[in-house]
């Protein structure tokens, strides 16, 4: 069963409807019609019912605590560098394409939220993993030795190199995307990156790749890929 909209005479009336099926065909029955939707929103009955049937699931029960503030916290983690990486977040894009990917498929939560927080998480722990910051016993972040000169009060601070360079690295990077596709674009992508790749990548035509341990063309396709190797010409015997 679920709820349904259904327009009269210029009116919207709610409805709830229970398919079923007759024969080869699957057809709707209208259960009860509830009234007019602007008068059930208005007087509050629609959200009196919601609340009433879900005390049926538990699901819904856990949500609508969310909502309201009356979940207690069992534990919670707050990660300091989040209003930074929402700017680069939204910036790329990320938050509008998983929205749009999200709409109408009837998630219960934001789904974009629940990512940005997984893929957050996984880049602070990067960090982490390269001593740029350390990971507490409450969950939080602190910046280890190493990463402490980048804080703008820090003597001899870096933040200012950083961010500036910062600003090139990412031009670099985040056109890899949609300029990078076969194995020949990546080549040429590489060749252009300074002159060591330049001189690795001076014969293309006698350079042989592969894609997952799999020896492929120049014209193949690496979306996907977890490994592209190169192997320059060899000679014996």
Do not use: N
């Amino acid at each position: 069963m679920y709820f349904r909209r259904k327009q009269s005479q210029g009116r919207i009336y709610l409805q709830i409807v229970e398919s079923h099926r007759s024969g080869d065909q699957v057809r709707q029955r209208v259960i009860a019609t509830l009234g007019r939707l602007d008068e059930l929103e208005a007087s509050g009955q629609l959200d009196r019912l919601l609340r009433s049937g879900a005390r049926f699931v538990q699901q819904a029960m856990v949500l609508d605590a969310a909502r309201t503030g009356d979940a207690p916290a069992v534990a919670v983690r707050r990660i300091g560098p989040a209003l930074l990486f929402e700017r680069l977040w939204q910036e790329t894009g990320c938050h509008s394409v998983i929205t749009a990917l999200a709409r109408g498929r009837g998630h219960r939560f934001s789904l974009e939220r629940a990512v940005f927080l997984s893929v957050l998480h996984r880049l602070m722990r990067g960090l982490a993993s390269l001593g740029i910051c350390r990971e507490r016993t409450d969950g939080r972040y602190a910046l280890t030795a190493l990463g402490s000169p980048l804080c703008a009060d820090a003597p001899s601070s870096l933040r200012a190199s950083a961010i500036w360079w910062g600003r090139y690295q990412w031009s670099a990077w985040s056109q890899l995307g949609s300029s990078v596709r076969t194995v020949d674009d990546l080549i040429g992508w590489l060749t252009a990156r300074g002159e060591t790749y330049a001189y690795a990548f001076e014969k293309p035509k006698v350079i042989r790749a592969a894609i997952d341990h799999a020896h492929v063309k120049p014209d193949a396709t690496i979306a996907g890929a977890s490994e592209i190797a190169f192997f320059p010409p060899m000679t014996g015997g």
